[in-house]
């Protein structure tokens, strides 16, 4: 089997990235610890930041990953003073998501953490091999 594995490359390729991804990320995750963030929060703390108050769908659709129980994940927070949830003035249907103070604080103090952790685990690569690597991983995006 593992004969047969190699004569694929694709399938190879496939693993190895899964294998790499999943490293990358466990190191990188070490940097939600400590105000007990999940990725989830963390990232929907991220987007607020960066683009503001946004309907909920709209917050949804910035994430690098989607959560199906963002609801959840948006009440969790909300209870825990980090975001307001408030009904979209123009859409009765739609929930306005921002930032609370906390919440502004909590994304500023484990962002460039976070950040950090990213560029260590990418260290592994030159700044030519990490432009490669983008280069490359590119190449799916019309898949």
Not at 48 to 64: E, Y
Request: aromatic share 6%.
């Amino acid at each position: 089997m593992g004969e047969e594995l190699d004569k694929d490359l694709a399938i190879k390729s496939m693993v190895v990235m899964r294998k790499a991804f999943r490293t990358i990320d466990a190191y990188v995750s070490e940097s939600y610890k400590y105000d007990d963030l999940t990725p989830t929060q963390f990232g929907v703390l991220d987007v607020l930041l960066a683009k503001g108050t946004m309907k909920i769908g709209a917050l949804i659709d910035s994430m690098l990953a989607t959560s199906g129980n963002m609801t959840v994940v948006i009440k969790n927070m909300e209870k825990k003073g980090w975001i307001t949830r408030t009904t979209c003035p123009s859409d009765k249907r739609s929930y306005l998501v921002a930032l609370t103070d906390e919440g502004r604080r909590i994304i500023e103090h484990n962002l460039p953490i976070h950040q950090q952790r990213v560029r260590e685990a990418f260290s592994v690569l030159t700044t030519d091999e990490q432009a490669q690597l983008i280069d490359l991983l590119k190449k799916f995006k019309n898949l």
